[in-house]
């Protein structure tokens, strides 16, 4: 039985009737294969990395399982589409604190056309891609079983200025997180979840250091996702930190060159939460 994922946080939603991933109740996710190449592309960029061999297994963490492709009804009504079949990243998480942060201050890629371009450029310098390499497109903050997630509007999150993406990563990693809040964020889960030896700071250092030496593949328009579980932290067990990246629909070759694009918005992601665990 197929259904809309309940924690989706960016990209294309299929609700009301529009085209979107579904989930099953298996731990798997279902993407609609993009239109104009980009599907095939992402397919071509999974089957390139499951048999590339020189893609280190630590590595290998960070990305969904890919299970293939299935034909299946699409969320739109309009019949049997093609589907990427991946793991669903959130599946294991009862309540999950997640946020989706595309990396990089160029996001279209070279062989775009010169509208896509423009576009991309536009939303670029309308939100902290140009200037931070990175910008928010999305983020669920699980609060209480009454009160829910904390979830803003996709559209305000894109445009937030340096300071309030600062802000936003404090209150991903706070116990006093609320909308509409003028409270100091407390921070009091970033040890645990941004810190410690498995935490996400561990683990975007971790992808950093693959980064600086991979020139396999060029990311463009890709997204860091970052999870934990709120609850598990407040019983005193694991939060289960998380990273994954996602959305390959623009990844070309890096043609033995390394990615300085991603690798410097990973950097500047890396000195922000950085900067909210020493502090």
Same mark, same amino acid.
């Given at each position: 039985?197929?259904?809309?994922?309940?924690?989706?946080?960016?990209?294309? @939603?299929? !609700?009301?009737?529009?085209?979107?991933?579904?989930?099953?109740?298996?731990?798997?996710?279902?993407?609609?294969?993009q239109?104009?190449?980009r599907?095939?592309?992402?397919?071509?960029?999974?089957?390139?990395?499951?048999?590339? #061999?020189?893609?280190?297994?630590?590595?290998?963490? /960070? /990305?969904?399982?890919?299970?293939?492709?299935?034909?299946?009804?699409?969320?739109?009504?309009?019949?049997?589409?093609?589907?990427?079949?991946?793991?669903?990243?959130?599946?294991?998480?009862?309540?999950? #604190?997640?946020? $989706?942060?595309?990396?990089?201050?160029?996001?279209?890629?070279? @062989?775009?056309?010169?509208?896509?371009?423009?576009? %991309?450029?536009?939303r670029?310098r309308?939100? &902290?891609?140009?200037?931070?390499?990175?910008?928010? %497109?999305?983020?669920?903050?699980?609060?209480?079983?009454? &009160?829910?997630?904390?979830?803003? =509007?996709?559209?305000?999150? @894109?445009?937030?200025?340096?300071?309030?993406?600062?802000? +936003?990563?404090?209150? /991903?990693?706070?116990?006093?997180s609320?909308?509409?809040?003028?409270?100091?964020? $407390?921070?009091?889960? *970033?040890?645990?979840v941004?810190?410690?030896?498995?935490g996400? !700071? *561990?683990?975007? !250092?971790?992808?950093?250091?693959?980064?600086?030496? @991979?020139?396999?593949?060029?990311?463009? &328009?890709c997204?860091?996702?970052?999870?934990?579980?709120?609850?598990? !932290?407040?019983?005193?067990? &694991?939060? %289960?930190?998380? +990273?994954?990246? +996602? =959305?390959? *629909?623009?990844?070309? $070759?890096?043609?033995?060159?390394?990615?300085?694009?991603f690798?410097?918005?990973? %950097?500047?992601?890396?000195?922000?939460?950085?900067?909210?665990?020493? *502090?």
């Open positions: 039985m197929f259904k809309v994922p309940d924690h989706q946080v960016a990209g294309h @939603q299929a !609700l009301n009737g529009m085209l979107g991933p579904l989930v099953d109740n298996s731990g798997n996710f279902y993407k609609p294969l239109s104009g190449g599907g095939t592309k992402e397919v071509e960029f999974y089957t390139s990395l499951s048999s590339n #061999t020189r893609i280190p297994d630590n590595i290998r963490k /960070f /990305f969904p399982i890919y299970y293939g492709t299935k034909l299946i009804e699409a969320s739109d009504g309009s019949g049997l589409l093609p589907h990427l079949v991946l793991q669903d990243i959130v599946s294991c998480y009862l309540n999950p #604190t997640l946020m $989706d942060i595309k990396i990089g201050s160029q996001t279209w890629y070279p @062989q775009s056309s010169e509208d896509y371009i423009q576009t %991309c450029l536009k670029d309308e939100s &902290s891609s140009l200037p931070l390499g990175f910008r928010i %497109c999305g983020f669920q903050i699980y609060q209480t079983e009454v &009160s829910g997630y904390w979830k803003p =509007d996709r559209k305000s999150i @894109q445009k937030l200025t340096a300071d309030e993406v600062k802000l +936003v990563l404090r209150n /991903f990693v706070s116990s006093n609320a909308e509409n809040s003028d409270t100091e964020p $407390d921070c009091s889960f *970033a040890p645990n941004y810190g410690g030896g498995s996400i !700071l *561990a683990l975007l !250092l971790e992808l950093k250091k693959w980064f600086e030496e @991979q020139t396999f593949f060029h990311f463009y &328009s997204s860091v996702l970052m999870v934990y579980e709120k609850e598990a !932290l407040l019983e005193g067990k &694991s939060p %289960c930190p998380a +990273v994954k990246l +996602v =959305d390959f *629909a623009h990844v070309v $070759d890096g043609e033995g060159v390394i990615d300085h694009n690798l410097g918005g990973l %950097c500047s992601l890396i000195k922000f939460i950085s900067d909210i665990v020493s *502090a």
